[in-house]
């Protein structure tokens, strides 16, 4: 093999470099990680088992089920949004490295490397949600059968919100570390959502501002097939209104980014 | 002072340019990092773009790499826009810091580099074969050395198999044997008739791997040939004879001299055309026991610098 004796046959891969092999290998790189690890699977079990399984919660019901099983769903949202951020967020970390420059070198198109990061930030918040349901269907959760999967898949399919957001903080934040910021960022933004406390239980002035966050909506959506309560509608266009601006942030950042100067 | 040589490599030859550079210039906001660079480099040349900090060797490399544009001019790889060169892995570069994942192993980051060109297994091996690595695969890049490291840049480097291979200061923060060793695999892998573009400022490293230099000044190349007539260019040679009676002044009045030094019976006489003036010196004088001596790349790359320095201070 010569560089000159093989001169013909240069293509360019299909889908601007996206492929199932980079998706593989960024799947294997992410379970190496023990931090993502830590974040995304053991953290929202354990807080879970902390704060959601003792004696009053297990009997008093909600909807068709108990307040374990509401707080459950609760921590699964936040397990999803946890996996999502820190999929999306990689791009900061991937560009303090050099690597985003290093991969300019290879025929993988800017769209399709994010098409990818968001790929894998749906999958460990998929891992995410599946390891939370787990961990709660022996920790005590009940909930309605078909409310198991409605809030399983509502929990996932709403992260991608967060999965917007990871990407343009990663793109905005160029920082090895940039989860140590966005983890606070998202308990913060988890209290004033109504996640870890339920909005009806704050004053007015606070559950009036909650219903503005972007965590709110998601929350309101993943547990409306237990509870059956709440204005869906009001919910769904917070979840629709965050996803557009936090995807039209890392556009923004992601052109310039990737413009040659 | 602008000193050019055309050297036969430059001249339009039949097959197309492995690099066309054309009035390139790159402006960032007041500063001019590359003020009309124009360059042509055929197909199998190893090339070495020497020159100060700040010269704009970076700056020309990441044009050729599709990294940036030129604010002015035009730019072709293989008679390819750059980019698109890139994409199709008619070009590949090892830069000289960054650009690697610390919790990849070496054979992923290759694997990854493949699986991006549309690559097999067996390039991949082939590839870390070639950078030396193979010993090293499961290794996390993290753990690994600076010149593993930069192995394993190389090693990615090769993975399209491309035509043309940029290094930008391949061996910064290598030691000696590391650096040796660097350079036999470029060596060894040339052979093959890849065109290859190495920045450095390790002069040696020019001098001993470059059919070709090109010394880069403030944007523009000040002189372009193979090294030994670069050294003439930039420092010129002096003959050394033994001419007993020799007039200064009808020394110094030969073309392309420019100094001329008597010391008893010996002269020395820097020039530019030293073979001039040594043809002078055996046909129409008594002149005997000539010696024509060259300076080395380093004292060339004093010049040039040096006056770019004094340029600087007489602002």
Redo the contacts between chains.
């Keep these: ?7 013909a046959a ?4 299909r889908f601007g ?1 996206f ?1 199932l ?2 998706i593989g ?1 960024e799947l ?2 992410m379970v ?2 023990r931090r993502t690890v830590v974040f995304t699977l053991v953290m929202p079990a354990v807080f879970f088992l902390l704060f959601g399984t003792n004696a009053s919660a297990r009997t008093e019901r909600v909807g068709g089920g108990n307040v374990t099983g509401y707080i459950l769903i609760s921590m699964a949202v936040y397990g999803a949004m946890l996996a999502t951020t820190s999929g999306g967020a990689m791009v900061s970390i ?1 560009r303090a ?3 985003s ?8 198109r800017p769209a399709a490397y994010v098409a990818v990061k968001l790929i894998l930030a749906m999958i460990i918040g998929a891992v995410s949600v599946v390891v939370a349901f787990a961990v709660g269907a022996f920790g005590g959760a009940e909930l309605p059968a078909q409310a198991w999967v409605a809030c399983g898949l509502l929990a996932w399919v709403c992260a991608l919100v967060f999965a917007a957001f990871g990407l343009f903080m990663g793109y905005l934040l160029p920082s090895e570390n940039v989860m140590q910021i966005l983890g606070p960022v998202l308990a913060v933004l988890s209290f004033a959502g109504g996640l870890f406390v339920p909005v009806d239980s704050m004053g007015d002035t606070f559950a009036t501002i909650a219903k503005f966050t972007p965590v709110y909506g998601v929350g309101e959506i993943a547990r409306y097939p237990l509870t059956h309560h709440g204005n869906l509608w009001a919910a769904a266009l917070n979840v629709i209104v965050w996803t557009a601006l936090f995807s039209a942030g890392a556009m923004w950042r992601f052109r310039r980014d990737t413009a ?2 | 002072m602008t000193l050019t040589a055309q050297p036969e490599a430059v001249t339009r030859g039949s097959g197309e340019l492995a690099v066309d550079l054309d009035g390139v210039v790159k402006r ?1 906001g007041a500063v001019t990092a590359v003020d009309g660079i124009s360059l042509r480099i055929r ?2 040349e190893v090339v070495a773009l020497l020159g100060p900090n700040g010269a704009g060797k970076t700056s020309t490399i990441d044009m050729l ?5 030129p604010s002015a001019g035009t730019a072709r790889v293989y008679g390819r826009p750059p980019q698109e060169a ?5 070009v ?2 090892v ?1 000289q ?8 192993t070496v054979e ?1 980051t290759v ?3 493949a ?4 690559r097999g297994r067996a390039d991949v091996a ?1 590839a870390l074969e070639r950078a030396g690595i193979a010993d090293i695969g499961s290794r996390l890049v993290g753990k690994c050395s600076g010149g593993q490291q930069q192995r394993l840049r190389f090693a ?1 480097a090769l993975l399209p ?3 043309l291979l940029i290094l930008d200061e391949p061996t910064t923060g290598m030691d000696v044997g590391g650096r040796h060793d660097f350079w036999s695999s470029i060596r060894e892998d040339a052979r ?4 290859v573009i190495f920045a450095t400022h390790y002069l040696e490293e020019a001098d001993a791997y470059a059919d070709r230099v090109v010394f880069v000044r403030r944007g523009r190349v000040v002189a372009d040939g193979t090294a030994a007539q670069v050294k003439a260019l930039a420092s010129g040679r002096t003959v050394r004879a033994t001419l007993p009676g020799a007039s200064e002044s009808a020394l110094l009045a030969l073309p392309g001299v420019e100094s001329v030094e008597l010391r008893g019976d010996t002269v020395y006489v820097h020039a530019r055309d030293t073979d001039g003036v040594a043809r002078h010196l055996l046909t129409e004088t008594a002149a005997r026991d000539l010696e024509i001596t060259s300076r080395n790349l380093e004292q060339a790359f004093l010049t040039l610098t040096a006056d770019d320095d004094n340029q600087e201070m007489a602002r």
């Excluded at chain 1, 240069?10 to 891969?13: F, G, T, V």
């Excluded at chain 1, 420059?101 to 993988?108: F, G, K, M, V, Y």
């Excluded at chain 2, 699986?115 to 549309?118: C, D, E």
């Design positions: 093999m010569s560089a000159q004796s093989m001169p240069r293509n360019l891969p470099g492929s092999g980079m290998l294997r790189r190496r990680n991937e490295a050099g690597w420059r290093q991969l300019r070198l290879t025929p993988l040659r100067v | 960032f197909p199998g790499l599709g990294l940036s544009d890139v994409a199709l892995g008619l590949s570069a830069m810091t960054g650009g690697l994942l610390k919790d990849y992923e694997r990854l580099t699986v991006l060109f549309g082939r990615m198999d491309p035509e093959g008739g890849r065109t």
